[in-house]
């Protein structure tokens, strides 16, 4: 079970870690000055968040093989079909509407997730998800803000709005997806139940495109496989940035 709740963590924790790199991304490249630190706190607590799941994984990891292995180590030494995060969190930062549409349909599935955890039986994995939801209410709330004011526009932010939404949408369905480690650690009581997740998901996007004067995109083909190690093209080059100082200098301590 060690094993398997190792892998959870990783999980939970990737998703975190590869939109909060998204979003570092930006920084000093927002619309506005305001827009621009927000975003870089957005990122600094999606990485808050990566070091309290990391932590812990790294803690059984060291139980199960006693061998050290750092919160480091599981974040910047793992190969690319060792991570398990959702497409949609990995995909480009193309335009602002792109970057907030993608972290309101990640939002809106996050603080979904976190309320379950909240009440999970691993009482550690139930502390961060306390701890995480009060900072995930406002990712949500900037976020679902913004998707509305840029909807519900000017004719080009609306234009711009609605490509982002297209573009983004075939991405959602993996989210509440449930893997076999997922349905085992639901089983367990230590994860979410993705299925409960799943219709409450939607029917909160579908309400708040209605507001922003949006559209759901028709006759979209879901894509997946991130969770299962399978990714874009976009997530060798997001790790490229991320792993070169470790595997530059091995074992470099600060």
């Known amino acids: 079970m ?7 963590l990783l999980l939970l924790g ?3 870690m590869i939109i909060g790199h998204r979003l570092s991304e930006l920084c ?9 630190i927000a975003l870089t706190n957005i990122s600094l607590d999606m ?10 994984a790294a803690e059984i990891k060291g139980d199960e093989t006693h061998m050290g292995e750092s919160e480091d180590d599981i974040a910047f030494l793992r190969y690319e079909h060792e991570y398990k995060n959702a497409l949609l969190v990995e995909q480009k930062n193309v335009d602002f509407a792109h970057v907030i549409a993608r972290q309101y349909f990640f939002d809106a599935y996050h603080i979904l997730l976190l309320k379950q955890l909240c009440n999970s039986k691993d009482g550690q994995i139930a502390a961060i998800a306390n701890k995480s ?3 995930v209410k406002y990712h949500h709330r900037f976020s679902s803000e913004w998707v509305k004011r840029l909807g519900d526009g000017t004719d080009i932010s609306h234009q711009k709005m609605q490509a982002a939404v297209d573009y983004l949408y075939p991405y959602l369905n993996e989210l509440t997806e449930e893997t076999e480690l997922e349905k085992e650690m639901k089983e367990a009581g230590i994860g979410a139940d993705l299925n409960k997740i799943n219709k409450q998901y939607f ?29 874009s093209e976009h997530l060798g080059f997001i790790l ?9 200098y091995p074992d470099m301590a600060w």
């Open 2 to 8: 060690k094993n398997k709740l190792y892998n959870y």
């Open 14 to 16: 990737d998703n975190a």
């Open 28 to 36: 000093g490249h927002g619309p506005s000055l305001e827009t621009d």
């Open 47 to 56: 990485f808050g968040q990566v070091r309290n799941y990391f932590q812990y």
């Open 133 to 135: 939801l009060k900072e």
């Open 203 to 231: 029917a909160n996007i579908e309400a708040l495109l209605k507001e922003a004067t949006l559209e759901i995109p028709e006759n979209i083909f879901s894509q997946s496989g991130g969770k299962k190690g399978v990714h």
């Open 240 to 248: 490229a940035d991320l792993q070169y100082m470790q595997r530059a």
